[in-house]
């Protein structure tokens, strides 16, 4: 069974300071989304990373997928308040296995 | 363009009542997913729907159950409600079997 670990669990940083976050499993993905939820909403879809190795950049934040496409990294520059929220990752074996999310990460950016 | 859109958005209910969720997904898409999320924690997979079919389904018991119209919006129902099925329903919509999931803002399910 598919299982994704999302770390650190919680963090907690003032504004202008650098973060990563990390998703990890044991299996292989053929691809892995990063989505952003802020309470009382729905997730949205920040990036979709396919090939292994593959960098993807979004203004402050750079999304780092593994060489063996069991793992990625999520990296802000910069942090700014509205970058406050629950960061998800979901990954798929392929495009027709069912949808798993990590646990999250939850990040406050103090002003 | 209106994205996905859920009914209602807040709902309290006792145990062992019976309750109806409703979702209408963003325009061009025809495959709708459910997710239950409790506090602090991640969204977990209830069931998809694709050509009003139940084309995969989590690890969720009976009691929760789907259904798709020819429009592509769908319904999900608890029935015999339970204390530990308070959260957040989420309904996400996606083309075909694309991985770029779409959500909307949920229904929070109190259960008292």
């Known amino acids: 069974t598919q299982l994704l670990e999302q770390s650190p669990q919680f963090l907690s940083i003032q504004e202008g300071e650098n973060l990563t976050v990390y998703c990890n499993s044991s299996?292989?993905?053929?691809?892995l989304q990063w989505y952003r939820q802020e309470p009382g909403e729905g997730p949205v879809l920040l990036v979709t990373?396919?090939?292994?190795?593959e960098v993807k950049k979004l203004k402050r934040l750079t999304f780092q997928f593994g060489d063996a496409r069991k793992d990625s990294s999520l990296h802000i520059t910069a942090a700014q308040p509205g970058d406050t929220g629950l960061y998800l990752c979901?990954?798929?074996?392929?495009?027709?296995?069912?949808?798993?999310f990590g646990p999250g990460t939850s990040l406050s950016v103090i002003p | 363009d209106a994205g996905v859109t859920q009914s209602p958005t807040h709902l309290i209910k006792t145990r062992g009542q019976q309750v109806t969720l409703r979702c209408s997904p963003k325009?061009?898409?025809?495959?709708v997913s459910w997710y239950q999320q409790a506090l602090g924690q991640g969204p977990q997979f209830i069931f998809q729907?694709?050509?009003?079919?139940?084309?995969q389904r989590g690890n969720f018991p009976d009691r929760f159950s789907g259904h798709q119209f020819p429009n592509y919006s769908s319904e999900l129902n608890v029935n015999a409600l339970l204390l530990g099925d308070s959260a957040l329903y989420l309904c996400?919509?996606?083309?075909?079997?694309?991985?770029?999931?779409?959500f909307g803002s949920g229904t929070q399910l109190s259960v008292l």
């Open positions: 996400a919509s996606s083309r075909g079997s694309g991985v770029k999931l779409f």
């Open positions: 299996s292989v993905f053929s691809s």
């Open positions: 990373v396919v090939t292994g190795g």
């Open positions: 979901e990954g798929r074996e392929t495009s027709y296995d069912k949808v798993i």
């Open positions: 325009s061009g898409h025809d495959t």
């Open positions: 729907y694709y050509e009003e079919e139940e084309r």
